[in-house]
């Protein structure tokens, strides 16, 4: 109820600040560049918080494909300008923001946020102005949906959904580990946990045989672990993020667990090597939209350029947020148009978007239709790959 009441005082702020200020130079129908102005595409990501390990991956990768767009010779001649926000991991900055990019910045399209919660609290500013917001990495199922089911008009997203990593972790649960009894360790409190924990369960052959709950910022597990080592399982699955995906790993393998552990695209970060420390990172098993190994000329060209540019080997979410400016600029291609409408139309009927991320495009809820890679991790190495293909009706 508290969420429902921010989010009015939010619009009604946003909505009053959109009125005052002038759209851009779109007039009424969104924003857009003359053509012989930069094209202003906004980055709003989680540069410091909690969330900042995701949201600084995905900035630099936003700012690298600008960059090599540009070099290559923009978009129909014009070069793009990326207008860089931090949304601090939280939600009314995220809100905020979008407002800023969508009216003073004459931002024609925003990437970003990384997590839900954030995207969320943007997205009506962003149907408001009429400026399609794409976050890489927001999977809550209904993030893009309003209060009576409809998709929001300016919101996408370029990864899969919850219930898909959900039920491809159990799939592969199923199949490849032969597992018949699982426990969950997860965030009660958390609308990321509690969508993984319902997809999971429900796609599961086998029995849940015990459910563990912990809080948010919480760092000491052997309470829990405690539990489920009096408990006979194959398989641990852990529907959260990094932070505490880590030291789960470490406590776990501390106490000689060593079941399979599953995690989402929350374990996607190198963080969690750290956490848990490399050795404790053994028998895991986690969903990826993105696999650095790849063989894919393009794919292996982005690594090396990441490499180049920031010294570090990019993770999943970079590599979704690198293949989010590609799409922006193939809408702009298409549709001939700087305009945000006209972009928000491209970004609907885009087909076969080809990605480093995979090929996709998007259905009627503007979600990516593609595959989720389930990366190995054995004594600290990734080793394989498994892929699960989306199941359509």
């Known amino acids: 109820m508290k969420m429902k009441k921010w989010f009015f005082g939010v619009m ?13 130079r779109g007039g009424e129908e969104g924003n857009s560049a003359e053509e012989d102005e930069a094209i202003n595409i906004g980055s709003m990501f989680e540069l410091t918080g909690s969330a900042s390990a995701y949201g600084n991956t995905q900035a630099n990768a936003v700012q690298m494909a600008a960059d ?3 070099e290559d010779g923009g978009i129909d001649g014009q070069e793009i300008n990326i207008e860089e926000y931090d949304t601090q991991s939280d939600e009314a900055e995220a809100s905020s923001v979008a407002t ?17 919660g954030p995207m969320q609290a943007a997205i009506p500013n962003a149907d408001e102005a009429q400026v399609p917001l794409i976050s890489p990495s927001a999977t809550d199922d209904d993030v893009l949906t309003d209060e009576d089911g409809g998709v929001h008009p300016y919101a996408y997203r370029t990864g899969f959904t919850n219930s898909f990593q ?8 199923n199949d490849d580990l032969d597992a018949s009894k699982a426990v969950i360790l997860g965030d009660n409190s958390s609308d990321y946990a509690t969508g993984l924990t319902e997809e999971f369960t429900e796609a599961f052959d086998g029995e849940i ?8 910022g919480q760092n000491d597990f052997n309470a829990e672990l405690t539990n489920i080592e009096q408990t006979d399982f194959d398989v641990i699955f852990v529907p959260g993020y990094y932070e505490e995906g880590g030291p789960i790993i470490n406590q776990a393998r501390e106490m000689g667990i060593d079941e399979p552990i599953l995690g989402p695209d929350g374990f996607g970060n190198d963080v969690i090597y750290d956490l848990a420390s490399e050795e404790n990172m053994d028998n895991i098993y986690h969903t990826s939209h993105f696999v650095l190994t790849s063989d894919d000329p393009d794919t292996q060209d982005f690594v090396s350029n990441y490499r180049e540019n920031f010294d570090t080997d990019p ?5 979704l947020a690198y293949d989010t400016v590609y799409l922006v600029k193939q809408a702009i291609e298409e549709t001939g148009s700087t305009n945000s409408a006209d972009i928000n139309a491209g970004l609907e009927n885009i087909e076969d978007f080809a990605g480093i991320t995979g090929t996709f495009s998007f259905d009627e809820m503007h979600d990516p239709i593609k595959t989720v890679s389930i990366i190995e991790v054995q004594e600290g190495e990734e080793v394989g790959t498994s892929e699960v293909e989306p199941d359509i009706e």
């Open 166 to 173: 959900g039920g491809a972790l159990a799939t592969f649960a």
């Open 68 to 70: 090599e767009i540009n």
């Open 209 to 216: 045989v015990s459910v563990e709950n912990f809080s948010e």
């Open 12 to 24: 009604s702020f946003s909505t009053l600040f959109i009125t005052a200020c002038s759209s851009g």
């Open 100 to 116: 800023r990019l969508s009216t003073r910045d004459n931002a024609v399209a925003m990437i970003g946020p990384a997590l839900t």
């Open 315 to 319: 993770d999943m979410f970079a590599g």
